[in-house]
């Protein structure tokens, strides 16, 4: 199985890619001080559809008429991410990102080409999320946190010393915790 959130990265990746290149080409064809009022878009971009404010939405607005392929690029990047969000079966998921790769190349973008091709050659693995609708989160964060432990307990030599501060670091709020007289 190939997790959710690295297939997400990939397309994610895709999409700034689109959305850095059109903001160079708006910077050379807006006038300054239009283009000062789109150059906080990335951050408007990234967030989920349904919490932006009201000011936000005006300056996609905005961006979106000066880029209908940026525009265009967005919402199929939300439509994928809608089928990660949705209970599918695994034959329900494979027609629906086909039909959401048709909707691409219908639409003649190439920004997500190399995310396509990826799709294409690992289809069943990325299909297993929605057997169970598993990720590796929890792996990943464990992983994150012995690196970083592992740079904090530089020098300890001693093997069992280091497993106690794992040991400590993962459990050791609970283990320690103040009970409260009640």
């Given at each position: 199985m190939i997790d959710r959130f690295h297939v997400a990265k990939l397309y994610r990746a895709d999409f700034d890619t689109i959305r850095k290149y059109e903001m160079r080409i708006l910077k050379e064809k807006l006038p300054n001080e239009?283009?000062?009022?789109?150059?906080?878009?990335?951050?408007?971009?990234?967030?989920?559809?349904l919490s932006h404010t009201a000011d936000e939405l005006n300056v996609m607005?905005?961006?979106?008429?000066?880029?209908?392929?940026?525009?265009?690029a967005?919402?199929?990047?939300?439509?994928?991410?809608?089928i990660f969000d949705t209970e599918l079966g695994k034959s329900q998921a494979r027609n629906k990102i086909n039909g959401w790769i048709r909707k691409v190349q219908k639409a003649g973008l190439r920004c997500f080409?190399?995310?396509?091709?990826?799709?294409?050659?690992?289809?069943d693995d990325i299909l297993n999320y929605f057997i169970d609708r598993y990720t590796s989160g929890f792996v990943e964060g464990l992983n994150n946190k012995i690196k970083v432990l592992k740079r904090r307990c530089y020098g300890i030599f001693n093997i069992n010393?280091?497993?106690?501060?794992i040991h400590l670091d993962l459990a050791g709020y609970r283990l320690f915790q103040l009970k409260s007289c009640s």
């Amino acid at each position: 199985m190939i997790d959710r959130f690295h297939v997400a990265k990939l397309y994610r990746a895709d999409f700034d890619t689109i959305r850095k290149y059109e903001m160079r080409i708006l910077k050379e064809k807006l006038p300054n001080e239009e283009y000062k009022e789109l150059k906080n878009s990335m951050w408007i971009l990234r967030k989920q559809e349904l919490s932006h404010t009201a000011d936000e939405l005006n300056v996609m607005k905005r961006l979106f008429r000066h880029s209908p392929l940026l525009e265009s690029a967005y919402h199929l990047r939300n439509d994928l991410t809608t089928i990660f969000d949705t209970e599918l079966g695994k034959s329900q998921a494979r027609n629906k990102i086909n039909g959401w790769i048709r909707k691409v190349q219908k639409a003649g973008l190439r920004c997500f080409d190399g995310f396509i091709k990826t799709v294409r050659e690992k289809m069943d693995d990325i299909l297993n999320y929605f057997i169970d609708r598993y990720t590796s989160g929890f792996v990943e964060g464990l992983n994150n946190k012995i690196k970083v432990l592992k740079r904090r307990c530089y020098g300890i030599f001693n093997i069992n010393h280091l497993f106690q501060r794992i040991h400590l670091d993962l459990a050791g709020y609970r283990l320690f915790q103040l009970k409260s007289c009640s």
